[in-house]
C-alpha cells in the first residue's frame, strides 16, 4: 500500500518532468542523442548474457523514440533527443575493449555509452571514460573495485554489485534452513568465480559464525565436464552447495549432478541460475536455490512497467525477459530519468555534466524493481534483491520459482563509503532488513 | 644508407607528424599498433630461423606486468621507468628461458613456448592481489617528471612508441644482414652445416629468442600504457595467436612488415567491429585467409614483387 502511494506520488512529479521537456520538445524534435551500447554479442557470454541485453536496449530504444513506454518513461526520447543506437561487441582483449571505447566516444561521436557485462572491461574503461568525460552507464559487471577504487565524476552503475548476489544468497540459505551445518562451493577460476565465493563465504561466516566450510571447487572457465569435482561435493557431504557458474558450465554442471544425484544430498545454490532456468526447464531438479542478481525475471515486482517489458519483450524474441533484459533496461531508464530530470531543469538539451549532476543518488523505477544510486558518491546502485526455489510446474511445462524470499537494499548492500568486504567481515554492519 | 633504413626514417617522421595531427582515436590506434609490431618484429627474428613461438604473449604479458606492478609500488606513471622496468623483466626472463628453449625445434618449441605463457597465465588468474582476471590499471602517463593533460600526453606516447619501435626495426634491419642474422637462414635450412661451418647453432638461436622476448616485453608496456589497463588476457594463447596471425600477415621479408601487417591488422578489425558488429571476427578470418591465398609471402610480397625479388 505504501509503495503504492508512493509510486503515485512519484509519477505526478514524473508528469512535471515530462511536461517541462515537453515544452522544450519541438526545439530539439530532430536533435538525435547518439547512444552507445557495448555488449557481448559474439563468444560465449553472449548467448546468456549479451544478446538478452542488447535485446533489451533494441526494444526500450524503439519505445522510448516512439514515447510507447509506460509513465513514468512516457516523454519520447532521452533528455528531449531522439535515440540512435550504435552497437558495439564487447569481445577481444582488453586493450581492444578500451580502443573500441575510444573509436566509439572519439570517433563515431557518441554522445553517452551504455554497456560491459566484464568487470574486467568496466575497470579498464572506467579511467578513460574520465579522461574523455563521457557519460558511460554499467549495466552487468559486478565488481565493486569501480567505485571503491576511486571516487568517479562520469561513470555510473545502475545495477547493484556482485556483493549482494552473496550476501542474499547467505542470507536466503539461513532463513530457509535453519539447521544448515556446512556448506561447500563450485565456482569458476577467475575474478567472477572467486569473488562470489569470497562474498558468499564471508556471509555465511557472519550469519552463522563457525559454520563448517566442506570443500571450494576451482574449475577453470568453460571447463565443462566437472565429474571430479561432483565427486568432491558428493564425498564433502555438504548441506548446501554454492555455484556463481553461467552459460554451457552451469547448464553442464547441472546436468552432470542431476545423473549422480548431488542435489538430493545437498541443496544448490545457484546465484546465477535464473539465466538457465528456461532453457533447462525439466533438467534443472526442483528445489534447487536460484537468483537473478537481483529481483528480475520471475522475481521482479509487478508493475504496470513491469508487464509492459515482460509483454513486449516476449511478443518481439519469443523468449522470456532474464535478469540481463533487466539490467540492461535499467541503465537505460536511468539514463532517461537523469537526462530528462536535467532537460527540466535547464529548459533545453543537457550538457552531458548536467546529465551527470541530475544522476547522482538519483532514484528511479526500475522495470523489476526501484533503484537507488546510493552508495559509490551517488554513482552505484542499490536494489532490493531475491531469491527463489525452483519447481518446474509439469502440467503447463513452465520453469517457476517458488517460496520467493525479497531482501531490501540496506540489508544486502554496504552502506555509502564502506568497503564491500570489510563491511561483510564486520558481520554487516548497519544492515537494515 | 639502404632504402629499408630510408623507408623506416620516412615512417618515422610520419608518425611524429601523426603525433600532431591525427585525430585522438587514431592516436591510441596507432600506438598500440607500434607496440604490437614490436611483438612481431621478434617473431620474425625467429621466423627466419624457422621457428615459431605459440607462447609470445608470455614476453607481452610480462613487459606489461613488469611495468605495472613496478610503477604501482612507486606510484607513478613515467614512461620511461615503467620501459625500463617492464623491458628489464621480460628480458630477464627470455635469457633464462632461452636456455632451455633454444633445445627445441619446430612443433616442440612452438608447444613449449606456449606452456609457459599458460604458466604466467594461470599464475596471474589466481593472484587476488593483481586483481586475477579483471587486472588493475596502469597510471595516466608522464615523462620524467612533466604530467602533461590527459590527450597531450596520448600523443607523448605515439612520438615515444614510434621512435623506440622504429629505432628497434633498424636495429634489427643491421642484426638481419650481419652474420649472426644471416645465419638464421642457414639453420632453418641445414643445422648441421651450420655447426660445421664453426657457428653455435645454439647459442645463435638463445640470442634470436632473447631479442625477441625483449622486444614482446617493451610492446607489452606500450600497450599497457596506451590502454591503461593490464589482464592476465595479454599472456592467453589467444594473444599469441594474434601475433602469429599478423607476423604470417605481414610477411618475413623485411623489417618493415611488421609494421604494415600490424597496421592492416589494426584497421580491418576496427571497421570490421564497426560494419559487421556481429560477424567481425569472420571479416578478419577471411581477410586473413585472402591474404595467404593471394600472397603466400604474405603483405609483403607486394612490394617485393614491384622491385622484383632481392635479398632483405
Known amino acids: 500500500m505504501i509503495r503504492k502511494s508512493h509510486s503515485r506520488g512519484r509519477g505526478v512529479l514524473a508528469a512535471a518532468a515530462v511536461a517541462a521537456v515537453a515544452a522544450v520538445a519541438p526545439a530539439s524534435a530532430q536533435e538525435t542523442m547518439r547512444l552507445g551500447v557495448v555488449t557481448f554479442v559474439t563468444g560465449a557470454a553472449a548467448g546468456p548474457f549479451g544478446i538478452p541485453a542488447r535485446n533489451a536496449a533494441e526494444l526500450l530504444i524503439e519505445a522510448i523514440n516512439a514515447g510507447k513506454v509506460p509513465e513514468p518513461y512516457a516523454a519520447k526520447g532521452i533528455g528531449g533527443a531522439a535515440v540512435e543506437m550504435i552497437l558495439v561487441d564487447e569481445a577481444g582483449t582488453t586493450t581492444q575493449v578500451v580502443q573500441e571505447y575510444r573509436n566509439l566516444v572519439e570517433r563515431r561521436n557518441a554522445d553517452a555509452v551504455v554497456g560491459y557485462i566484464s568487470s574486467g572491461s568496466c575497470l579498464a574503461v572506467t579511467p578513460v571514460a574520465e579522461e574523455l568525460k563521457k557519460l558511460t552507464v554499467f549495466f552487468d559487471c559486478g565488481t565493486p573495485r569501480v567505485f571503491e577504487e576511486a571516487a568517479r565524476s562520469y561513470v555510473f552503475r545502475t545495477a547493484s554489485h556482485a556483493t549482494m548476489d552473496g550476501v542474499g544468497a547467505a542470507r536466503y540459505v539461513v532463513e530457509k534452513l535453519p539447521d544448515v551445518k556446512s556448506y561447500g562451493g563450485i565456482n569458476q577460476n577467475y575474478a567472477w568465480g572467486q569473488d562470489s565465493w569470497r562474498d558468499f563465504n564471508l556471509a555465511m561466516q557472519a550469519l552463522k559464525p563457525g559454520i563448517k566450510v566442506t570443500t571450494e571447487q576451482f574449475p577453470k572457465l568453460f571447463q565443462g565436464q566437472f565429474s571430479a569435482e561432483i565427486s568432491a561435493l558428493l564425498l564433502s557431504g555438504s548441506d548446501v552447495v554454492h555455484s556463481s557458474f553461467w552459460n554451457g558450465d552451469l547448464e553442464s554442471f547441472v546436468v552432470q549432478q542431476s545423473a549422480r544425484a548431488l542435489h538430493t544430498k545437498s541443496r544448490l545454490v545457484l546465484t546465477a541460475g535464473e539465466t538457465a532456468m528456461f532453457r533447462l526447464g525439466a533438467k534443472m531438479p526442483d528445489g534447487v536455490v536460484i537468483g537473478a542478481r537481483g529481483p528480475f525475471g520471475v522475481l521482479a515486482r509487478k508493475t504496470p512497467l513491469n508487464d509492459w517489458f515482460r509483454q513486449a519483450y516476449h511478443d518481439r524474441f519469443n523468449v522470456p525477459a532474464t535478469y540481463p533484459s533487466y539490467h540492461m533496461a535499467h541503465a537505460i531508464l536511468g539514463l532517461k530519468a537523469a537526462a530528462d530530470k536535467a532537460a527540466a531543469a535547464a529548459g533545453k538539451r543537457p550538457t552531458t555534466e548536467q546529465i551527470a549532476k541530475a544522476f547522482e543518488y538519483l532514484e528511479f523505477e526500475g522495470v523489476g524493481t526501484k533503484v537507488r544510486m546510493a552508495i559509490g558518491k551517488g554513482h552505484q546502485a542499490i536494489t532490493e534483491t531475491a531469491y527463489g526455489t525452483y519447481k518446474f510446474d509439469k502440467s503447463t511445462g513452465e520453469p517457476t520459482l517458488v517460496d520467493i524470499t525479497h531482501y531490501p537494499a540496506e540489508c544486502v548492500n554496504p552502506p555509502d563509503g564502506v568497503d564491500s568486504v570489510e563491511w561483510i567481515k564486520s558481520g554487516m554492519k548497519g544492515a537494515k532488513c | ?312
Open chain 2, 1 to 312: 644508407m639502404d632504402r629499408t633504413i630510408l623507408g623506416l626514417l620516412a615512417i618515422l617522421a610520419a608518425f611524429l607528424a601523426g603525433s600532431l595531427l591525427l585525430p585522438s582515436w587514431a592516436v591510441s590506434l596507432a600506438t598500440v599498433a607500434l607496440a604490437k609490431a614490436l611483438v612481431i618484429l621478434g617473431l620474425l627474428v625467429l621466423l627466419r630461423a624457422g621457428l615459431v613461438p605459440f607462447g609470445q604473449a608470455l614476453f607481452f604479458a610480462l613487459g606489461a606486468y613488469g611495468a605495472g606492478m613496478a610503477l604501482r609500488e612507486a606510484g607513478s606513471g613515467d614512461v620511461v621507468a615503467g620501459l625500463f622496468a617492464g623491458t628489464a623483466a621480460a628480458a630477464s626472463a627470455a635469457v633464462l628461458l632461452g636456455f632451455l628453449m633454444a633445445r627445441y625445434r619446430e612443433i616442440f618449441f612452438a608447444m613449449l613456448s606456449l606452456a609457459f605463457s599458460m604458466l604466467l597465465y594461470g599464475l596471474l588468474v589466481k593472484n587476488a592481489a593483481l586483481g586475477g582476471t579483471d587486472g588493475f590499471n596502469v597510471p595516466a602517463p608522464t615523462f620524467l617528471g612533466w604530467a602533461p593533460s590527459p590527450a597531450t600526453a596520448r600523443r607523448v606516447l605515439l612520438a615515444v612508441a614510434a621512435a623506440l619501435a622504429i629505432g628497434c626495426h633498424a636495429a634489427i634491419h643491421v642484426y638481419l644482414r650481419s652474420t649472426m642474422g644471416r645465419l638464421a637462414t642457414a639453420i632453418r635450412d641445414n643445422e648441421i652445416r651450420v655447426e660445421y661451418l664453426g657457428a653455435s647453432v645454439q647459442r645463435a638461436i638463445h640470442v634470436k629468442f632473447a631479442i625477441a622476448g625483449t622486444l614482446a616485453g617493451m610492446g607489452g608496456v606500450l600497450t599497457a600504457f596506451s590502454a591503461g589497463h593490464i589482464d592476465p588476457g595479454m599472456s592467453y594463447w589467444t594473444a599469441s595467436g594474434e601475433f602469429v596471425f599478423v607476423t604470417v600477415m605481414g610477411g618475413a621479408g623485411s623489417v618493415l612488415a611488421p609494421i604494415a601487417g600490424s597496421f592492416l591488422f589494426e584497421i580491418v578489425r576496427t571497421y570490421a567491429v564497426e560494419y559487421a558488429p556481429q560477424a567481425w571476427q569472420a571479416v578478419v578470418g577471411a581477410v586473413l585467409l585472402v591474404i595467404i591465398l593471394v600472397l603466400p609471402g604474405g603483405l609483403w610480397s607486394l612490394f617485393q614483387r614491384r622491385r622484383g625479388t632481392q635479398p632483405p
